[in-house]
């Protein structure tokens, strides 16, 4: 490994003004796009490149207008035309494209290393971290600040709807989604600690990436080794006990602290209670100040909630005012595949979410069973993710789908197309989580191919309706792309409806 030509924090600073052209050397991932649209507006001239384009983040690439190639097509002598090359996080270590960008004499780095040092450093930066609920807290943030009359920049983990991932702002305040994995081979740190966090907010702490983390405990160090860095203030979620961990280990440091969540009731924060869900809204409180508030937003779901709740935290630290806020929520957005109706397919409803840890799969269903909770409820599992291909959350996942009998009616579980790569795991045993679901006498079916999965979904759609006549629910849960189904003829026979869920 040859990092000769790898450029840091400090330098890409005190240099920032020699960086005119720069290249994302495989664009095509989420917070690559992100970052490449922000530089861009920043007002360098940026290119990228992937060996593959698939929507959302194709599309979204084209509509932000920055120019992308096939890797196959680009020469070395073009590289090196560039002052500053971005690798993504996709690269390995001892892969080809690793050593070809070593050996090209060009400046190189991570995307969170050059957003940092290029444009974050110089904002007020609101950090969102935690294992869930990152790339939605920080879409709502974006719009409660909006509706609020500010112009906020922000960089959000996923595909928005109908707007970039990514906008500069006027330097109010800056929303960044802070996500504890690694940033590069060359950067074995997480993305967070590139950021000039100002404000940060904790939305969960549990085991994940197990592909980079041996324990929750590694986890945590990561978080301690940042919260001397934020130079403002914290707002945890006190329901998970590595978060409290945390704040009790760093109490003593000279910052502004606060707390929100469910549980509770250690009258540390305005926990959320009384939350009652309807069809298209929902109701509930927070004690802020000693007082009992009620909000009212169409936004559905525990989790989502205590998203939003943190939002309304943070802003009602700014001291704005409170039915200023109340306004503000009662209208948002969800980001693109977290809980989005994508249509309908022969009269069922379809929904793609994100979710692939087994809190994020158990709360997801939960909330569609709240929003639907009198239609049959296909879920379509396909683990993808390192952690989710594992035998790590065999057990868990098998409580997230069931929920104590109360989840799924049927299961369809995709087998993922590659192996476990956890050194202290072996793979998921889809077969043997089938049996137990079996068992509790849930239909479920074991799939590997496209057209398998296709079939298996109109038996269940055909046999439902013509039996029970009950109206249906297609679940899908993923972070990868379920074997080529959202690039599929499956995608052009879905019927939009009328109405869909925010």
């Known amino acids: 490994m040859d990092l000769k030509y790898l450029i840091e924090s400090d330098e890409l600073r005190e240099q920032k003004d020699k960086f005119k052209r720069i290249f994302f050397y495989r664009i095509c991932g989420t917070g690559m796009g992100g970052a490449a649209t922000l530089l861009k507006e920043s007002g360098y001239d940026v290119e990228g490149a992937d060996a593959e384009f698939y929507p959302p983040m194709s599309d979204y690439l084209k509509s932000s207008n920055i120019k992308c190639h096939h890797l196959k097509d680009v020469t070395d002598n073009y590289l090196k035309s560039f002052d500053l090359i971005i690798m993504g996080n996709v690269v390995a270590r001892d892969s080809e494209h690793a050593k070809r960008v070593e050996t090209l004499q060009v400046p190189f780095t991570s995307f969170p290393c050059a957003i940092g040092a290029l444009f974050l450093a110089d904002q007020n930066v609101v950090g969102i971290a935690g294992t869930h609920g990152k790339t939605t807290t920080t879409y709502f943030l974006v719009q409660l600040f909006r509706k609020l009359g500010f112009n906020p920049g922000y960089l959000v983990g996923g595909v928005l709807p109908n707007e970039n991932s990514a906008q500069m702002g006027d330097g109010s305040y800056f ?34 990436h197990a592909d980079i983390y041996d324990s929750l405990d590694a986890i945590e160090g990561e978080f301690s080794r940042l919260i001397p860095k934020v130079s403002k203030s914290f707002i945890f979620n006190s329901d998970y ?170 299961v369809i579980l995709v087998t993922p197309p590659r ?64 074997l080529g189904l959202w690039e599929s003829e499956f995608v052009k026979q879905l019927e939009q409806l009328e109405q869909v869920l925010p």
């Open 241 to 410: 006990k590595s978060a409290m961990k945390l704040f009790n280990a760093n109490m003593d440091k000279d910052s502004d602290w606060s707390f929100y969540g469910e549980n509770s009731e250690n009258g540390s924060g305005p926990h959320t209670k009384e939350m009652i869900f309807h069809e298209d809204k929902s109701e509930f409180s927070l004690n802020l100040d000693g007082k009992r508030e009620h909000f009212v937003t169409n936004i559905t779901g525990k989790q989502n909630i205590l998203n939003l709740t943190a939002a309304i935290v943070l802003a009602f630290k700014q001291k704005i005012p409170l039915e200023k806020i109340k306004e503000a929520i009662t209208s948002l957005k969800m980001v693109k595949r977290r809980q989005e109706v994508r249509g309908k397919y022969k009269g069922a409803i379809v929904i793609d979410d994100f979710a692939h840890h087994p809190t994020a799969v158990k709360l997801t269903i939960e909330n569609v069973r709240i929003r639907y909770p009198d239609k049959h409820m296909l879920v379509v599992f396909a683990p993808s993710s390192a952690t989710a291909r594992s035998s790590i959350f065999q057990d868990e996942f098998f409580e997230s789908l069931m929920i104590n009998n109360s989840g799924a009616d049927e």
């Open 419 to 482: 192996t476990a790569n956890i050194k202290h795991a072996g793979n998921l045993d889809c077969y043997l989580l089938r049996d137990k679901i079996k068992a509790m006498g849930v239909g479920v079916e074991v799939v590997s191919t496209l057209a398998d999965l296709i079939n298996s979904m109109d038996r269940s759609v055909d046999r439902v309706s013509r039996v029970n006549g009950r109206d249906f629910v297609i679940l899908i849960l993923s972070n990868g792309s379920v």
């Open 175 to 208: 929303f960044i989604e802070s996500d504890e994995y690694d940033s590069a081979y060359f950067h074995k740190m997480s993305k967070f600690h590139f950021y000039y966090i100002d404000h940060l907010i904790l939305t969960s702490l549990e085991y994940d």
